[in-house]
Each structure stands twice: as structure tokens, then as C-alpha cells.
């Protein structure tokens, strides 16, 4: 297969969809790569670097290829450039881009989005989600570390003690994980709630120390959360209220598949947080888990400090990119045909659930049903 690596036109992302040692890992496939020179400069990977891989440096790898691959969505001008039949795999957020799902499907692109690769078992090694959510969980717990006026060890030494920070996490997924084992290795002593059954268990286990409220648990299909009702929120909200004014760092981290991300936190619970304290966002670019929050910025609600995510993966765009990509590749093993050929096989869950457009048309229900 002719697979394309483009260089990201948003000047915000500084992620690569290959790195050099997943073009080497295609080539030794027997794929070929075609680069857009520049390509991994952002993340610190040189042009020389993807030759040496085995890629060729192209500009014109998106007329030429049979598989494009992106970091972002295609722009609309490299869609273009396209030839009819052949696919795409990137994050492709389809319902917030409608327009550019319309000409993929017109173009008779395939297009697939890493965002719907299922989350099964089988497909964890192509799960981008979980990837760059680990590199951002990581990110929260740093980034806290680093805006906080105090340190997060205990220190007991001969002119006194100094008592550990106080950590709240709330969210305890992928991200949420992360930055509790992350805190933890700094030295914080981290309390951390989730509204999944699961999660106490998984808490401890990173060592952190699992909040129980007195609230039903909300379970979704797959292991996933539910959307809270604003009864539960705003009880949620009340019970979490101590433990939050008892923050030194507050990091929220929760989601819900397919939604806004839930309130968890208001102004007036910031407001009340000590002198100095700190409260990282990660959510604030899908909606926001803590009120006043603004992505990519950093804001003073009361005493506290609150940053606001935003591209938070791309923030450590070396390491994003290496999972990133890695998670690419698993994927075109399974696009691949007997013969070296981009080929889809419907009949995997995987290929079916992750394709967006496939010959003219809109194959991802929810998507298509907003085009209607
Ligand atoms: P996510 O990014 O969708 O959400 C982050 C966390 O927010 C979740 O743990 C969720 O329960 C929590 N949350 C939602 N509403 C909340 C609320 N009101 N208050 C507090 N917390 C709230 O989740 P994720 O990181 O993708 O992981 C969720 C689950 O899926 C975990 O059990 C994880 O182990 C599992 N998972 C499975 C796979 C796989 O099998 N391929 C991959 C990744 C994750």
C-alpha cells in the first residue's frame, strides 16, 4: 500500500500521525511511505530521521497515495487532492465536522476516525483514545506540580516538617489514572472519586485513596459512565464540596462518551479552595467539568488558580506521537488485504465501527442521521 504522512495544517497541533520507527515498522511490511516534508518537525522528528526510516520525502503523497494519514481531520483543500477510492484514517470528531464528512463521502473517500475504534479488547492496541489520554493525565499531574506554590512531598527534616500536598481527582479513567499515579510519585496524598463502580478498586490500585459518596454508581454500556440527571449532579456536587475545599490541587478528568463533559465542580466550590491552590481542567475543551474555566488559558476564580486544557496530548507531542502512531499502525493491519492492498473488511467490528464514509456514502449512523 501507498500510504501518505501530512503534515498538519493547524499551527495548534504539534502532533504527527508517524513517527520514523512506525514508518520503518510499515516498511518492513512491505508498505510504502510517502512524507510531506516537515512533517514530524513539531514533535522533534526530522525529515532525515523518516528517510533513514525508509520513507520518501513528497509533496504530492496525497494525489499519489491509497491510505492518507493525519493527525487532525483532512483539510478540505487536501481532500481534494484525493482520489476517489482511496482512505483516510485520522481523528475525525464527524458530528462537529458534517461539512467535511459531506465531501469525503462525495469525493468516495474512505474514511475512518480514530475516536470510533471500539473499545473492545481486541482493539486496545489501536485505542488512540486511551493513548493520548494517558499522556494527558500525565501532563494534569505535572502541570499542577509546577503551578503550585508548595511542594507535593512530605519532608521531615531538622527545621520542621513539611506537610504533603493534597490532591483531589475527580475522574478516574484513563487520564484520571495517570495523573493519580503521577501525584503519587511526586509524593501528594490523592483522593480521587468516580462515578463507575470499577473505579475504587482501580483507584487504589495507582495509590490513590477512592472517595465513596452516598450515591447510586453510573454505569453505561461497555463499563462506560452515564450522563448524570441535575438532581444527582447537584448531590454529587454537595458531597464532594469538603473534599474539594480541602484541595490543594484539584484535577478534573471526567467524560462521557458521545456528551458534553458533566459540570462537576461550580465557581462557588473554587471560590471557596485555599490561598494558592490550583485546579487543572482537562475536560475544558469539551464543555468544561469545572465552571469559568477556559481552554488553553489560565484563570483566577476566588484564591485558585484554574487552567484549562487544550490539546493537552499535544503538549508532549514526542510521546503522543510515538502512541499515536503505533496505534495507527495496528489499525492499517487490519486495512490491509492478502495482497499488500488497502482493503475494508465490514465484517470486522472494528473496521465497520471506526469507517465514516466508504463509496459515496455515510456509513456511521449517528452521523449520518445528522446529515438528514
Ligand atoms: P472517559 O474518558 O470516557 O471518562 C473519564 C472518566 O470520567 C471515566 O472513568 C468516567 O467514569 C468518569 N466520569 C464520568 N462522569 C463522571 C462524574 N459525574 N463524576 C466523576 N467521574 C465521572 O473514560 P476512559 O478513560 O475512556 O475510561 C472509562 C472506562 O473504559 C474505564 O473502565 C477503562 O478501563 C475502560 N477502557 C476500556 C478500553 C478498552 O477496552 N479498549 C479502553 C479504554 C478504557
Known amino acids: 500500500m501507498l500510504i501518505s504522512l501530512v503534515r498538519e495544517r493547524a499551527p495548534e497541533e504539534t502532533r504527527v500521525g ?6 520503518a ?27 533513514q526510516a525508509g520513507a520518501e520525502l513528497a509533496d504530492d503523497g496525497p494525489e499519489r497515495a491509497d491510505l492518507t494519514v493525519s493527525v487532525r481531520p483532512l483539510t478540505g483543500d487536501t481532500v481534494a487532492r484525493l482520489r476517489r477510492g482511496t482512505a483516510t484514517v485520522s481523528f475525525l470528531p464527524a458530528a462537529q465536522s458534517l461539512e467535511l464528512v459531506r465531501q469525503l463521502a462525495g469525493a468516495g473517500i474512505t474514511s475512518f476516525a480514530l475516536e470510533l475504534v471500539p473499545r473492545i479488547s481486541r482493539a486496545q492496541a489501536m485505542d488512540a483514545m486511551s493513548s493520548q489520554a494517558l499522556v494527558a493525565g500525565y501532563r494534569c499531574a505535572i502541570i499542577a506540580a509546577d503551578m503550585l506554590p508548595r511542594m507535593f512531598p ?40 468516580d462515578v463507575r463502580a470499577a473505579a475504587a478498586e482501580e483507584i487504589a490500585s ?15 454500556s461497555g463499563g462506560y459512565a452515564r450522563e448524570m440527571t441535575a438532581d444527582r449532579a447537584r448531590r454529587q456536587q454537595e458531597l464532594l464540596e469538603p473534599y474539594i475545599a480541602a484541595a ?38 469539551t ?27 499535544g503538549q508532549l507531542p514526542g510521546p503522543a506521537s510515538r502512541l499515536l502512531a503505533q496505534n495507527i499502525v495496528n489499525l492499517l493491519g487490519l486495512l490491509t488485504g492478502p495482497e499488500g492492498r488497502f482493503s475494508a473488511d465490514f465484517a470486522d467490528e472494528i473496521v465497520a465501527g471506526a469507517c465514516v464514509t466508504h463509496d459515496g456514502q455515510v456509513r456511521h449512523e449517528p452521523t449520518k442521521a445528522l446529515l438528514q
Open 18 to 23: 508517524l513517527v520514523p520507527d512506525a514508518v
Open 25 to 51: 515498522k510499515l516498511a518492513a511490511a512491505g508498505h510504502r511511505v510517502l512524507v510531506e516534508p516537515g512533517a514530524g518537525e513539531r514533535a522533534d522528528f526530522g525529515d532525515p530521521e523518516y528517510v
Open 154 to 193: 512530605l519532608n521531615m527534616t531538622a527545621a520542621g516538617t513539611l506537610q504533603p500536598a493534597q490532591v483531589l481527582v475527580l475522574g478516574a479513567g484513563v487520564a484520571g489514572l495517570q495523573a493519580i499515579a503521577t501525584c503519587r510519585r511526586l509524593g501528594a496524598v490523592v483522593r480521587a472519586y
Open 206 to 220: 495507582v495509590g490513590g485513596k477512592p472517595i465513596e459518596l452516598d450515591l447510586e454508581t453510573l454505569e453505561g
Open 248 to 285: 490543594d490541587v484539584l484535577i478534573t478528568t471526567a467524560a462521557v462518551p458521545g456528551r458534553q463533559a458533566p459540570r462537576l465542580v461550580t465557581a462557588d466550590n473554587v471560590r471557596r479552595m485555599k490561598a494558592g491552590s490550583v485546579v487543572i481542567d482537562l475536560a475544558a475543551e
Open 287 to 313: 464543555g468544561g467539568n469545572v465552571e469559568g474555566s477556559v481552554p488553553g488559558e489560565t484563570v483566577r476564580i476566588g484564591r485558585a488558580r484554574v487552567w484549562g486544557g487544550r490539546n493537552v496530548p
